[in-house]
Every structure is written in C-alpha cells, then in structure tokens.
C-alpha cells in the first residue's frame, strides 16, 4: 500500500507558476500510474492530468493543456505537477492519486485510481 503526501500549493497571482509535488512512501513508486486531480469549494473533484508509470506518456485536461505539465521522478518517489499561467479558476485543493500500473493509464474517473493524498490548497487571486 503507498501512502501520498502533497506539498507546494499556496497563494500565488493569475499569470504566476507554482509547482506541485507528491511524495510516495511505503510501496514501489514505479508500479503506479499517477494522477492529478482538483476540487473546488462546491464542486466535484475533477481529473487534471495522468502520467503512466514509466513517465513515457501523459493526459491532460482539455482545461489545463498547454499550462501544466506533469512528470514524475521514480528515483525519488516523486510526481510534480507544475503549472504555469494560472487563472483563479484554477484555485482549489490539488490531490495526487495513484493507479496499479497494470491498468490502463488513461483513467479520468476518481474510482479509477487506488490510492489518494490528503490535498494541498492552491489559491490563485486576481
């Protein structure tokens, strides 16, 4: 079982950057598909962004392609998620999520995904 630990978010200004990470403990990183998903106050959790679990293929979210970008660093346990050109509908809580790897990597649904972090806040002001 791998445990998922988010860090990064904070209150950044539309047009800035930010750069979320995930770490990974307690199981073998390489044997996950990795996501990125967001909720909104009042709102579902959505599906951001899928890395597979060799770091060979991604998918966005029509909402976040060509402003975020996720990679993942398997000799660190490590996913990122960096984001640039925010906009404040992009603020909300940012939650990683990993896949088995025998799975199909391209999963958007949050039932898709076996195991989930805890979130970190990401406020974009205008």
């Known amino acids: 079982q791998v445990q998922l630990v988010e860090s990064g978010g904070g209150l950044v200004q539309a047009g800035r950057s930010l750069r979320l990470s995930c770490a990974a403990s307690?199981?073998?990183?390489?044997?996950?598909?990795m996501g990125w998903f967001r909720q909104a106050p009042g709102k579902e959790r959505e599906f951001v962004a899928v890395i597979n679990w060799s770091g060979g293929s991604t998918y966005y979210a029509d909402s976040v392609k060509g402003r975020f970008t996720i990679s993942r660093d398997n000799a660190k346990n490590t996913v990122y998620l960096q984001m640039n050109s925010l906009k404040p509908e992009d603020t909300a809580v940012y939650y990683c999520?990993?896949?088995?790897?025998?799975?199909?990597?391209?999963?958007?649904?949050?039932?898709?995904?076996?195991?989930w972090g805890q979130g970190t806040q990401v406020t974009v002001s205008s």
């Open positions: 999520a990993a896949r088995y790897s025998y799975k199909e990597t391209i999963a958007v649904d949050i039932y898709e995904y076996d195991y």
């Open positions: 307690g199981g073998t990183f390489s044997s996950y598909h």
